[in-house]
């Protein structure tokens, strides 16, 4: 297992530019009520450090990994839907929902299906469920069947992340929290945006909506950099 004070000497120096952008993006603050590219530009910076981040292990990591070449397009779904976002007033929500499941199920992907974990599993199908129950009256239109059909992936993606959490035993490594972390992170800011955009104002959305955003993304991709495949975790576990 590789020590936390080793993860942060060899991966932290990587990660100062993403957390400069992120920095840049908090500071300058553009107001959402006036879409631009500018302002798309601004707010994708930190995800498009994070793939710069990926590509500063070498593209033979990436080659090597498939997992983290999966985690590498979540990023540049997830980019899209940052920008599609920008515009969501301007008719482009749904456009940005489509990007972002397509980037929950490469990430599901990455994590893999090993160990299935069903007992996580379910209780991500009940959470999941409890949190379509508190949006659905709130839905109208298509919105009833996207929100839904979105709910269900990104809880697919929270259950993958998790299964592999495994706290003790010589196959832990401190990528499976990260990816956990990712996902509980995601949900939080994808949960605010649902209920600030359908039901009320959440005080305070955009601030947590975007640091939660960012944090999850940047723990997601840090899953990646001790990348091995799910089958040769799985198989581990259970010599353990």
């Not at 990587?14 to 590219?37: E, I, M, N, Q």
């Not at 990023?75 to 839907?81: E, H, N, R, T, W």
């Not at 972002?100 to 090993?114: I, T």
Request: hydrophobic share 55%.
């Amino acid at each position: 297992m590789v020590s936390p004070v080793t993860v942060v000497k060899s991966e932290g120096p990587k990660l100062v530019p993403f957390f400069k952008a992120t920095c840049v993006y908090f500071v300058l603050w553009l107001p959402s009520s006036s879409p631009s590219w500018v302002s798309a530009l601004i707010k994708c910076l930190p995800i498009f450090c994070l793939l710069l981040f990926l590509l500063a292990h070498g593209l033979g990591f990436l080659m090597a990994h498939p997992s983290a070449t999966r985690i590498f397009v979540g990023l540049v779904f997830s980019a899209l839907g940052d920008a599609f976002l920008i515009w969501q007033d301007q008719g482009f929500f749904a456009h940005g929902l489509l990007m972002f499941g397509v980037a929950h199920m490469l990430y599901a992907s990455a994590f893999g299906m090993r160990p299935l974990a069903l007992r996580t599993g379910v209780v991500m199908a009940v959470l999941s469920g409890l949190c379509y129950a508190l949006l659905y009256p709130c839905l109208s239109g298509a919105f009833t069947y996207l929100v839904g059909v979105y709910v269900a992936l990104i809880g697919f993606m929270g259950w993958r992340a998790m299964a592999g959490l495994q706290l003790v035993g010589a196959a832990w490594r401190w990528t499976e929290l990260a990816a956990g972390g990712g996902a509980v992170f995601f949900i939080i800011s994808d949960l605010t945006i649902a209920l600030n955009k359908f039901c009320f104002p959440v005080p305070y959305s955009r601030a947590l909506i975007m640091s939660t955003y960012y944090a999850a993304q940047m723990l997601i991709a840090l899953s990646a950099v001790e990348s091995r495949d799910p089958m040769e975790d799985y198989r581990l576990s259970k010599a353990n």
